[in-house]
T-cell receptor
Framework: NAGVTQTPKFQVLKTGQSMTLQCAQD?????MYWYRQDPGMGLRLIYY???????DKGEVPNGYNVSRLNKREFSLRLESAAPSQTSVYFC???????????????FGAGSRLTVL | GQSLEQPSEVTAVEGAIVQINCTYQ??????LSWYQQHDGGAPTFLSY????GLEETGRFSSFLSRSDSYGYLLLQELQMKDSASYFC??????????FGKGTRLHILP
């Protein structure tokens, strides 16, 4: 199983450019998440989708948009990139309401984005 | 709202035992998860406590006290490969999963 696949792994943008980070999971999970991680800041939730057709804001949603295209795919879009969005982005998914009730998030390998 | 507190760094000696604490305030709480992240890698799930008490998984154990809004991760027989960052994450009924800033564990030989 591939688990959670993110593309691209690396990207360099100029200020004002746009781009979309893609995320797909093959575990039949219902919930998907986008986090960003900056040095010393831990993981901060950008947006999440509890089920197909729904999306909700996390802790730091400004400057981002998301699309839950179907159950497998959850994309993150930067419409006009800014240097403050330089970060490592992680997509994750989980089966909410599983038998143990645990939030066992499976993470993608990460996407390192640099905005010049 | 939600708040999470973890120590930013902990240092221990190889072979020793170390405890990483987590205090939380969150609505709709139903359990506490722990994740490990090595430098340059993605976080991976370690353990989960739905009920008060200690859960043991090999060298790692996790504890939860709902009445104190407190949990900890206990790592025994520390190995150099345990050098990593450790994050706690409360589970909530609205599916919103927020992480603490993490605790960086340094292990000395």
């Amino acid at each position: 199983n591939a688990g959670v696949t993110q593309t691209p792994k690396f990207q360099v943008l100029k200020t004002g450019q746009s781009m979309t980070l893609q995320c797909a999971q093959d575990m039949n999970h219902n919930s998907m998440y986008w986090y960003r991680q900056d040095p010393g800041m831990g993981l901060r939730l950008i947006y999440y989708s509890a089920s197909e057709g729904t999306t909700d804001k996390g802790e730091v949603p400004n400057g981002y948009n998301v699309s839950r295209l179907n159950k497998r795919e959850f994309s993150l879009r930067l419409e006009s990139a800014a240097p403050s969005q330089t970060s490592v982005y992680f997509c994750a998914s989980t089966l909410q309401g599983g038998p143990s009730g645990a939030n066992v998030l499976t993470f993608g390998a990460g996407s390192r984005l640099t905005v010049l | 709202g939600q708040s999470l507190e973890q120590p930013s760094e902990v240092t221990a000696v190889e072979g020793a035992i170390v405890q990483i604490n987590c205090t939380y305030q969150t609505s709709g709480f139903y359990g506490l998860s722990w994740y490990q992240q090595h430098d340059g890698g993605a976080p991976t799930f370690l353990s989960y406590n739905a009920l008060d008490g200690l859960e043991e998984t090999g060298r790692f154990s996790s504890f939860l006290s709902r009445s104190d809004s407190y949990g900890y991760l206990l790592l025994q027989e520390l190995q150099m490969k345990d050098s990593a960052s450790y994050f706690c994450a409360p589970g909530r009924g609205d599916d919103k999963i927020i992480f603490g800033k993490g605790t960086r564990l340094h292990i000395l030989p």
